[in-house]
T-cell receptor, first 115, second 115 residues
Framework: GAGVSQTPSNKVTEKGKYVELRCDPISGHTALYWYRQSLGQGPEFLIYFQGTGAADDSGLPNDRFFAVRPEGSVSTLKIQRTERGDSAVYLC?????????????FGPGTRLTVL | AQSVTQLDSQVPVFEEAPVELRCNYSSSVSVYLFWYVQYPNQGLQLLLKYLSGSTLVKGINGFEAEFNKSQTSFHLRKPSVHISDTAEYFCAVSRLIQGAQKLVFGQGTRLTINP
């Protein structure tokens, strides 16, 4: 079946603009994660959804970042008033939610460049 | 809090030579341990994982890793590398907390295979 998809693959924007990044998880996966990977670094956790609700948003760097998952499937990461420091690859992952370990499957990422 | 240290940012080796990528972690409680691979312009792919049981785990593409609790290490090894193994490798830890399995990644090791 289809894996996790993310759109757009690349996004170039100007400082101060608003951007939306989309994630389509694997069908049936109730858990969804967003991570951010800055240049030369490993991915860092941003937010976790279980179904429609954000169960853990402790990794969001500040209130310019917000994410939604209104129907428990597709998720959108929203960044207001973008800054050059927001430039990174934004990764989405989804998993099942059975008890115990569930493998996270990653999308290819969206490369965001803020000029 | 958990953390992961990958001791080498870059590892160059010759084709068909053995390789070891080092990973140490810090955690006060039991964790799951992972190695992910990221090929150029692709998403993260799970190589192998340690959840419990045997400390020697085997993964895809001939890779294996050994969990050493006393040394808090999870080094990745391959006895003979191929050109196609050129990629970025990430060590990660996670715990299951209230259904969430946040991954904490190291900074990555770039493996370069020379002919």
């Amino acid at each position: 079946g289809a894996g996790v998809s993310q759109t757009p693959s690349n996004k170039v924007t100007e400082k101060g603009k608003y951007v939306e990044l989309r994630c389509d998880p694997i069908s049936g996966h109730t858990a969804l994660y967003w991570y951010r990977q800055s240049l030369g670094q490993g991915p860092e956790f941003l937010i976790y959804f279980q179904g429609t609700g954000a169960a853990d948003d402790s990794g969001l760097p500040n209130d310019r970042f917000f994410a939604v998952r209104p129907e428990g499937s597709v998720s959108t990461l929203k960044i207001q008033r973008t800054e050059r420091g927001d430039s990174a690859v934004y990764l989405c992952a989804s998993s099942g939610s059975s008890g115990g370990y569930n493998e996270q499957f990653f999308g290819p990422g969206t490369r965001l460049t803020v000029l | 809090a958990q953390s992961v240290t990958q001791l080498d940012s870059q590892v160059p080796v010759f084709e068909e030579a053995p390789v070891e990528l080092r990973c140490n972690y810090s955690s006060s409680v039991s964790v799951y341990l992972f190695w992910y691979v990221q090929y150029p312009n692709q998403g993260l792919q799970l190589l192998l994982k340690y959840l419990s049981g045997s400390t020697l785990v085997k993964g895809i593409n001939g890779f294996e890793a050994e969990f050493n609790k006393s040394q808090t290490s999870f080094h990745l090894r391959k006895p003979s590398v191929h050109i196609s193994d050129t990629a970025e490798y990430f060590c990660a830890v996670s715990r299951l907390i209230q259904g969430a399995q946040k991954l904490v990644f190291g900074q990555g090791t770039r493996l370069t295979i020379n002919p």
